[in-house]
């Protein structure tokens, strides 16, 4: 198929080229609209033959009467070649038949003339020429013959002797001319009369000639009778300054495209087309590009030709290599190259893939991450917590919900370095936000579905508590499939931790521990009261109350707080609590009220005045409960045998009293008989701001507790019927 496509268009490429005007090359020669030939001369610019049509001093005429036209020079000699830095005229021929040698009237003479004219004689192209073979001749300048610069001597005496295409004397006889002449005059005379001459011919001729144009024949001697004229080589330059000169002048001739060069026989100069552009440099527009390519049959290429402007290039077509020159190696159809291209095509084209596929296994592992993500999210009500985060509170009380990959990298992967603490709820990580901000981070165990809207409705509530004694939930991450709770960062441990450390010594005085329990009954008291809705803690035990630097209480882990509906006093719910710390009423009926914290403070307080163990084999039977044992205490009115030595020393009996009634108080089994909170906090700051009085130095006052029993009066009733419940309360709770 395609040899015949090709031979197509190879036809028609053909048959296009035969249209096109043969003559197409010299077109353009002249200015516009102006005449560029006579006959069959072409008269490029700076000549012309009209008016307006050439350069100053190059005027050329042209007669229409010789058939073909003739072109003259201004003087008249006829031109027959311009050329671009020379032309061509017919020049008169000297010679001398029969005359005797003298300088008289009879002796010929000519000249060549073109004085007055930007034209000079080329003395590189033209020789001075005598023919004959008894010739003496002479050239001159100016008018007078005997100023004459040079001539040749020319004898023959036999033909044979004659060398065909030299002109060395005999018969002919050559000799150089001057440089820049305008002018030369020429006289031809005889040694002998031309009484030795051979009978071939007895003239002599004598001419300046074009030595390129020029050959001696012996023929010559005979011929050059009938001729009249020989071509003559002028140099012509344009104006009389060298290039650097001209270039600088408003008349400079060299159009775009083309350069000066310097006239090599005058001090004018000339201008040539720049490689890869034709036609004439002299015209205001210059030279113009050449099409290397125009003609499929001469282009320089063997297959494939592109033209630039002053260039052109050769390519070859697909599956060939080689320069597509054709004077280079063309192009050679190559076997190697498919197979070479076949294994790079196959290389690449299976590192692509490879790359495609692992960076769409990539981009679907991270999807599914990120789906995963999303769907925790969703399924931790993240939705429904941005909602009523952006519902809430101004912009600093927000919660933030934090990034998976961010406590990721805040808690160096969940490390076991950062662990602070475990327990039922989950695990508690040390975190280090990117702002050098350091977090707790509660990774909860799992969370129950149905109870997410509460568990949002906590941290949003718990984001909003703000209070100098409750921990600070800062937000939460919900990306995991368990919720991240991220809070304040509290440094100093539990309560717990410094009221019964591994080493059993107690750390805390009197007026810190009294301290603490004010500030974690205002920050309950608040709780219950302060926020939009009431927030049962629910989980109240020294375990939680977290101590600062410098001891002040932070209440934490509202895990399993639960909010009560204003006008609503109790909430039934799973029970839920520490054992201990657990309120019997609520174990019991399930029922929960604000009441239920007070009990676990009442354990709490009991915990701080005897440092003992809110459960305690040590102690006997139902006394193993620390509650139980306190209250038997006061109502034996042992107290201040069960106090913690420290205690005994450091407070006042009065302060003691009060704190033990207190505590007594909110241990009611009856949780309407316990005092809120909020009275609680009251009694407690009241109490630590009174001056204090150690124990030792008091007078004994026992009136107080004496009559704080007597008022119980005969306890055993009223006591056996609350060991019973305490008991039952205490053995259900350890068997959940
Ligand atoms: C011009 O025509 C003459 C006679 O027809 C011929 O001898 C000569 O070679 C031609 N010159 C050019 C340049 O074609
Ligand atoms: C043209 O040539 C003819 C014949 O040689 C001559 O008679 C005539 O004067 C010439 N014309 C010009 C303008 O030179
Ligand atoms: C020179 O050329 C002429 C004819 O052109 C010929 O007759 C003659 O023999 C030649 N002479 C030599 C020496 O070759
Ligand atoms: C030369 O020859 C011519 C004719 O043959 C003759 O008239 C003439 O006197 C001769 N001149 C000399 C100086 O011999």
């Not at 109870?451 to 703000?466: G, H, T, Y």
């Not at 399993?560 to 657990?582: D, E, F, K």
């Not at 089994?669 to 009174?690: F, I, Y």
Request: glycine letters at 8%; aromatic letters at 8%; proline letters at 5%.
């Amino acid at each position: 198929m395609f040899p015949l496509w090709s031979f197509l268009l190879h036809l028609f490429l053909v048959a296009a080229m035969a249209m096109q005007p043969t003559e197409a090359a010299t077109v353009g020669g002249a200015l516009p609209g102006c005449p560029d030939r006579c006959g069959n001369i072409t008269v490029p610019y700076p000549f012309g033959i009209a008016s307006d049509c050439y350069r100053r001093g190059f005027r050329m005429t042209c007669n229409n009467s010789h058939s073909p036209p003739k072109l003259f020079l201004s003087n008249n000699m006829a031109v027959s070649e311009i050329r671009d830095a020379d032309l061509v005229v017919e020049a008169p021929i000297a010679r001398n038949c029969y005359k005797p040698f003298n300088l008289g009237p009879n002796v010929e003479q000519t000249s060549v003339d073109v004085t007055g004219t930007p034209y000079t004689l080329s003395y590189s192209r033209n020789k001075f020429t005598a023919l004959g073979c008894d010739t003496v001749a002479l050239n001159f300048q100016g008018s007078n013959i005997y100023d004459y610069s040079s001539g040749c001597v020319s004898f023959c005496n036999d033909p044979s002797t004659i060398n065909n295409g030299t002109c060395e004397g005999i018969g002919c006889c050559q000799t150089s001319i001057p440089r820049g002449l305008q002018q030369l005059g020429t006289v031809l005379q005889t040694l002998r009369n031309h009484t030795v001459t051979f009978n071939v011919s007895p003239c002599s001729y004598a001419f300046l000639v074009d030595q390129d144009s020029f050959a001696f024949q012996l023929t010559d001697l005979y011929n050059f009778a009938r001729k009249s004229t020989v071509p003559v080589v002028l140099d012509w330059a344009i104006g009389s300054q060298p290039c650097d000169v001209a270039a600088q002048s408003s008349n400079y001739a060299c159009g775009s495209n083309s350069y000066c060069f310097n006239a090599p026989n005058s001090h004018g100069y000339g201008c040539r087309c720049n490689n890869g552009y034709q036609e004439n440099p002299y015209l205001p527009n210059g030279c113009q590009d050449i099409d290397e390519c125009a003609d499929p049959s001469t282009n320089p290429c063997s297959h494939i030709c592109t033209n630039y402007p002053g260039d052109y290039a050769c390519s070859c077509p697909r599956g060939t290599t080689g320069n597509g020159k054709k004077s280079g190696t063309g192009c050679i159809h190559s076997r190697k190259l498919p197979l070479v291209q076949i294994v790079l095509g196959i290389g690449l084209g299976s590192a692509f893939l490879i790359a495609i596929a692992s960076w769409g296994y990539w981009a679907l592992k991270k999807r599914r991450m990120i789906l995963l993500r999303e769907n925790f999210f969703k399924q931790n009500g993240g939705l429904m917590l941005q909602q009523r985060i952006s519902s809430h509170g101004s912009a600093a009380e927000r919660a933030t919900i934090f990034s998976a990959k961010e406590l990721e990298r805040a808690t160096d992967n969940y490390s076991q370095s950062r662990i602070l603490g475990k327990g039922g709820y989950g695990t508690v990580y040390k975190g280090i936000l990117p702002d050098k901000k350091m977090v707790a981070i509660k990774k909860s165990k799992v969370v129950d579905e149905t109870q997410v809207e509460q568990f949002i409705n906590e941290v949003v509530v718990l984001s909003q508590v703000i209070h100098r004694n409750v921990v600070k939930i800062l937000g939460c991450c919900l990306e995991t499939q368990v919720p991240l709770l991220v809070y304040e960062y509290v440094p100093n441990g539990t309560l717990t931790h410094h009221l019964h450390g591994d080493d059993h010594v107690s750390t805390l005085s009197w007026e810190i521990r009294l301290r603490i329990a004010a500030e974690t009954a205002g920050a309950l008291a608040y709780l219950h009261s302060a926020t939009t809705w009431p927030i049962v803690h629910r989980d109240v035990k020294t375990a939680n109350i977290l101590l600062d630097d410098d001891y002040t209480a932070k209440v934490s882990d509202f895990g399993a707080s639960r909010l009560i509906p204003l006008g609503r006093g109790q909430v039934t719910t799973l029970v839920q609590g520490t054992m201990g710390y657990l309120d019997p009423e609520y174990f019991q009926t399930g029922l929960l009220t604000e009441k239920s914290d007070v009990y676990s403070f009442g354990v709490v307080l009991a915990e701080l005045l005897t440092g003992e163990k809110p459960l305690s084999q040590t102690r006997s039977n139902e006394e193993q409960n620390l509650a139980i044992y306190f209250l038997h205490a006061v109502r034996r009115n042992q107290l201040f045998n069960i106090l913690e030595p420290r205690i005994r020393k450091e407070a006042s009996r009065e302060q003691l009293e009060a704190v033990a009634r207190v505590t007594e108080r909110c241990l009611s089994l009856r949780g309407e008989e316990r005092p809120t909170m909020k009275e609680v906090a009251a009694d407690l700051e009241r109490l630590r701001v009174s001056p204090s009085h150690p124990w030792a130095a008091a007078p004994p006052d026992r009136s107080a507790p004496a009559s704080h029993a007597s008022a119980r009066g005969g306890i055993s009733e009223e006591e056996s019927s609350l060991r019973e419940d305490y008991s039952t309360a205490y053995y259900t709770a350890k068997i959940v």
